[in-house]
């Protein structure tokens, strides 16, 4: 990677538990998208996931300035929310058979 690549954290950055450490390697070339800030892991992809399907890249900030905390933003509007891949055959009888199991394991 070149020196002066810019690094995007995808994770929280709320805590210094990936921050710290990067942020000592990458220093002010280590960015995360701004939106992130106050979201969960789930509320995250979401944001991620409607950003891919649409096209568009998400505003990024450096880590080492942003305000790390902050209020929890408005929920994803639902009618938005990325459909998931139709299951093929194989896996929709799979997914039965794995259902079975647990209820079967689940009798006394």
Do not use: N
Not at 46 to 58: K, N, Q, V
């Amino acid at each position: 990677m070149p020196s002066d690549a810019a690094v995007v954290l995808l994770g929280s950055i709320a805590t210094d538990k990936y921050c710290g450490v990067l942020l000592e390697i990458f220093g002010e070339r280590l960015l995360f998208p701004s939106a992130f800030v106050g979201r969960g892991d789930m509320s995250r992809g979401g944001l991620l996931l409607r950003a891919a399907r649409d096209g568009r890249e998400l505003d990024y900030a450096p880590v080492a300035t942003a305000v790390r905390h902050g209020p929890r933003p408005a929920k994803l509007d639902p009618s938005t929310r990325v459909p998931a891949e139709p299951e093929s055959p194989t896996e929709r009888q799979l997914s039965r058979t794995l259902r079975t199991t647990r209820r079967i394991s689940d009798m006394p």
